[in-house]
């Protein structure tokens, strides 16, 4: 059976297949894949109903606010302060501790929500961003949802723009940027099966780094 002792963070362009990408590298390894799940399981942490995690889930607030969750994290989101906080801290800090706990229960792939930047310390996570050309996304978005290709260049940008702007905000690294990931792939050119088995070599390879140190 094909094993790992790695946490996998995948972020991802949308429409680049980084979902799916993330769904076959857990099935690969027998291990779970958290995307949407993870906001669920923050939800029942947390107390806090899972459509204010849906509707906040990857959207940047401003940079006055942030400043002011930065400052509350550093004492523990769960402090006496917590319930005077606005909910888009709330969501985060939530979802942070999320993240943390699920990769404390070993092995797993998470997708998107800046789960490479809570996880920068484990020395076991393995970060990864899956991009593509815009029109193949275009064409793989419009296929797969039955929309024109400027509807689906529409979606792609939104979606591109807030994930971006979420991850820039929450982060002190660049979304998309080479030296905020270990591994950062091509699906366009490679195509999803293909991505998906390079992850997976990649993933390999740092599974014996680890063991070899």
Same mark, same amino acid.
């Given at each position: 059976?094909?094993? %790992?002792?790695?946490?996998? %963070?995948? $972020?991802?362009?949308?429409?680049? $297949?980084?979902?799916?990408?993330?769904?076959?590298?857990?099935?690969?390894? $027998?291990?779970?894949?958290?995307?949407?799940?993870?906001?669920?399981?923050?939800?029942?942490?947390?107390?806090?109903?899972?459509? &204010?995690?849906? +509707? +906040?889930?990857?959207?940047? %607030? /401003?940079?006055?606010?942030?400043?002011?969750?930065?400052?509350?994290?550093?004492?523990?989101?769960?402090?006496?302060? *917590?319930?005077?906080?606005?909910?888009?801290?709330?969501?985060? &800090? #939530?979802? *942070?501790?999320?993240?943390?706990? &699920?990769? $404390?229960?070993?092995?797993?792939?998470?997708?998107?929500? !800046?789960?490479?930047?809570?996880? #920068?310390?484990? /020395?076991?996570?393995?970060?990864?961003?899956? +991009?593509?050309?815009?029109?193949? @996304?275009?064409? @793989?978005?419009?296929?797969?949802?039955?929309? %024109?290709?400027?509807?689906?260049?529409?979606?792609?940008?939104?979606?591109?723009?807030?994930? #971006?702007?979420?991850? /820039?905000?929450?982060? /002190?690294?660049?979304? =998309?940027? #080479?030296?905020?990931?270990? &591994? !950062?792939?091509?699906?366009?050119?490679? =195509?999803?099966?293909?991505?998906?088995?390079?992850?997976?070599?990649?993933?390999?390879? *740092?599974? @014996?780094?680890?063991?070899?140190?």
């Amino acid at each position: 059976m094909n094993s %790992t002792s790695s946490i996998i %963070t995948i $972020g991802r362009e949308y429409g680049s $297949g980084g979902r799916q990408i993330g769904q076959e590298v857990a099935k690969y390894f $027998g291990i779970k894949c958290y995307d949407k799940e993870l906001l669920e399981h923050a939800a029942n942490d947390s107390g806090i109903c899972k459509e &204010l995690f849906e +509707h +906040h889930d990857e959207k940047p %607030t /401003n940079s006055f606010l942030y400043s002011l969750v930065m400052d509350t994290y550093s004492f523990g989101y769960s402090s006496s302060g *917590f319930s005077d906080m606005p909910m888009n801290h709330k969501i985060f &800090l #939530a979802q *942070f501790d999320a993240i943390k706990k &699920l990769a $404390g229960e070993g092995p797993c792939v998470m997708v998107g929500r !800046c789960a490479d930047y809570a996880l #920068a310390d484990w /020395n076991d996570c393995f970060s990864i961003f899956v +991009h593509a050309d815009l029109d193949w @996304r275009i064409n @793989r978005i419009a296929s797969k949802h039955g929309k %024109t290709p400027k509807e689906a260049k529409d979606m792609i940008t939104k979606t591109d723009k807030s994930r #971006a702007s979420y991850y /820039n905000y929450y982060t /002190n690294k660049k979304w =998309g940027a #080479a030296r905020s990931y270990n &591994l !950062c792939i091509d699906s366009g050119k490679l =195509g999803i099966d293909y991505a998906t088995e390079a992850i997976i070599e990649s993933i390999k390879i *740092f599974d @014996r780094t680890k063991i070899s140190k």
